[in-house]
T-cell receptor, first 113, second 116 residues
């Protein structure tokens, strides 16, 4: 289930199930989005990106969906594995932010055996 | 993919000393590098944007005289935390943009700074 902790929302899923991590972004003018995975004590790792002229993009075991109407981004991970346990951040980019990326609060994914 | 390195990965220093952190793009040239700070269980907060050959642009609330940034070449940016205090203890992460304004940012592995 999904719960909100003191700082990071947490999503717990059973190994082998699909995971869906959600992100509400801030600026309707944002035109480029990236999902990053961050393991404990490490820097963020690029997973997948999507531009605003698309609403879906697929990678290896991951799919990103973009709903510009409600400013919502999601990351779907198929057949979740223990190695997927990490914190996942969405990041949005727009001219409004000076072409910098602004990061969401993050979601901790815990994969249960 | 593009590789970004940071050095050191972990540093412990005494209060009042200065610490320099290096960020290098290993297999590409980065006209723009970014420095972030991350506290435990929190998201990344952008501190400054570093452009090669020019002064860094600092985010609101970040003291430019305390966090000195130098971007001397297309593959190297440094962050110096001057007169460090315990409240500066944090995880500092750099990233580099390959080219253009909306290209992907690749992150370094981060530097854990502990100020005693």
């Amino acid at each position: 289930g999904e719960s909100v902790g003191l700082h990071l929302p947490t999503l717990s899923v059973q190994e082998g199930d699909n995971s869906i991590i959600n992100c509400a972004y801030s600026n309707s003018a944002s035109d480029y989005f990236i999902w990053y995975k961050q393991e404990s004590g490490k820097g963020p790792q690029f997973i997948i990106d999507i531009r605003s002229n698309m609403d879906k993009r697929q990678g290896q075991r991951v799919t990103v969906l973009l709903n510009k109407t409600v400013k919502h981004l999601s990351l779907q991970i198929a057949a979740t594995q223990p190695g997927d346990s990490a914190v996942y951040f969405c990041a949005e980019n727009s001219a409004h932010y000076g072409q910098n990326f602004v990061f969401g609060p993050g979601t901790r994914l815990s994969v249960l055996p | 993919g593009a590789v970004v390195s940071q050095h050191p990965s972990r540093v412990i220093c005494k209060s009042g000393t200065s610490v320099k952190i290096e960020c290098r793009s290993l297999d590409f040239q980065a006209t723009t590098m970014f420095w972030y700070r991350q506290f435990p269980k929190q998201s990344l907060m952008l501190m400054a944007t570093s452009n090669e050959g020019s002064k860094a642009t600092y985010e609101q609330g970040v003291e430019k005289d305390k966090f000195l940034i130098n971007h001397a070449s297309l593959t190297l940016s440094t962050l110096t935390v001057t007169s460090a205090h315990p409240e500066d203890s944090s995880f500092y992460i750099c990233s580099a943009r390959t080219s253009g304004n909306t290209d992907t940012q690749y992150f370094g592995p981060g530097t854990r700074l502990t100020v005693l």
